[in-house]
């Protein structure tokens, strides 16, 4: 997802910073190519909390298993396919269309049942990008049945964790409708139940924040445990998933919510504090035992008490204060459609 992010973010920059993003994009490119094998399957996940030597073969190697997974496989493809479409990659579109078809058909051959919400998203965002890549049949014919099991499963699904892939449906949605304009009434329908029926009377719970309902009748999540907490990331899912649908409407009012959700995480929230480390005021350390701190970098977020109200502290402790690559990837992508729609 942060390689999507920033590919959502070169038509939102210019000069030094677009190719900034573009650079950072073309790493993320190559890793993801070279961490893919035979039969669809990737390394997905794995631990590294030593320093290496970085030499294969020697004691600090960490060994993973590569798996087979059809939401990293459409994932993978959809961050190929995106990638195709920019001159900057120009000289990698063979091998990014390549990788995308194989890691689709090896995913049609495989995958059982009709996979989750998730892996429907964005099977239907891969399909139809590698339909309006090469115009055979069966990528269309995926991506109008990927595009009904969506609807058929898509309803407000407030998240109890905190890792959420909100933005997906929306994702795909406008993707949809994009290759297949003279069919986009029932996923313009779903967009605009999902922004009128559920995040805009939700946000209004929240006032003045508003903020978007993260749990039943609660605006943050409920904790499954004492450990696993931070409410930023799914907020940020959120984000991009209300950007992309009012990008879609042409919401202003939707867009205007957007906006809030990015000022909430630089500041404007009830600690004056800013969630992006390095970036505005009394922003706090963060949990990297394992690294430096990093400017730009987002934890996985504020935390929230019995009462349903805000916490955040300066301690640096798991999880909430943990620093992952997909809060920022959220804000960067949520940010990059919010600017384009102000063009």
């Known amino acids: 997802m942060g390689v ?8 939102a920059t210019e000069g030094v910073l677009h190719g900034r993003v573009a650079d950072e994009a073309r790493w993320g490119l190559e890793y993801l190519l070279r961490v893919r094998f035979p039969q669809g399957r990737h390394i997905t996940w794995t631990k590294g909390r ?23 496989n459409y994932l993978g493809a959809s961050v190929f396919l995106e990638a195709a479409r920019w001159q900057e990659f120009k000289d990698m579109k063979t091998a990014l269309l390549q990788a995308a078809r194989e890691d689709w058909e090896a995913t049609q051959r495989r995958a059982e049942g009709p996979g989750s919400l998730w892996e429907r998203a964005w099977g239907a965002y891969a399909s139809a990008r590698l339909y309006e890549c090469f115009g055979e049949a069966p990528f269309r014919e995926a991506a109008l049945h990927f595009a009904d099991g ?24 406008r993707q949809l409708c994009r290759t297949f304009p003279e069919q986009s009434g029932p996923w313009k329908a779903a967009a605009r139940a999902y922004m009128d029926d559920f995040i805009k009377p939700g946000c209004r719970q929240s006032a003045p924040y508003d ?9 943050f999540p409920v ?37 809030r959700q990015l000022e909430w995480t630089l500041g404007r929230n009830p600690f004056c504090s800013s ?3 390095g970036i505005g005021y009394n922003y706090a350390p963060n949990f990297v035992y394992c690294s430096h ?15 349903d109200l805000p916490f955040w502290n300066g301690t640096a402790s798991a999880t909430a204060h943990e620093v992952w690559v997909e809060p920022v990837g959220r804000f960067v992508g949520a940010l990059a459609t919010f600017l384009n729609s102000e063009k």
């Open 211 to 219: 903020l978007p309902p993260m749990g039943i009748d609660r605006t």
């Open 293 to 307: 701190h990093t400017l730009g970098a987002i934890p996985v977020g504020i935390d929230s008490l019995h009462d």
């Open 50 to 72: 030593l320093y290496s030597d970085n030499v294969p073969g020697t004691a600090d190697d960490v060994v993973a298993q590569a798996v087979f997974d059809p939401f990293e």
């Open 4 to 11: 999507f992010a920033l590919l959502r973010a070169l038509d």
């Open 150 to 173: 969506l609807l058929a499963s898509l309803e407000p699904r407030p998240r109890f964790f905190h890792a959420a892939f909100e933005e997906a449906p929306m994702i795909a949605l």
């Open 275 to 277: 969630f992006m480390y």
């Open 223 to 259: 904790w499954a445990d004492h450990v696993f907490h931070g409410a930023g990331m799914v907020q940020l899912s959120f984000t991009w998933a209300m950007a992309e649908a009012s990008a879609l409407l042409e919401d202003r009012e939707g867009m205007d919510l957007v906006r």
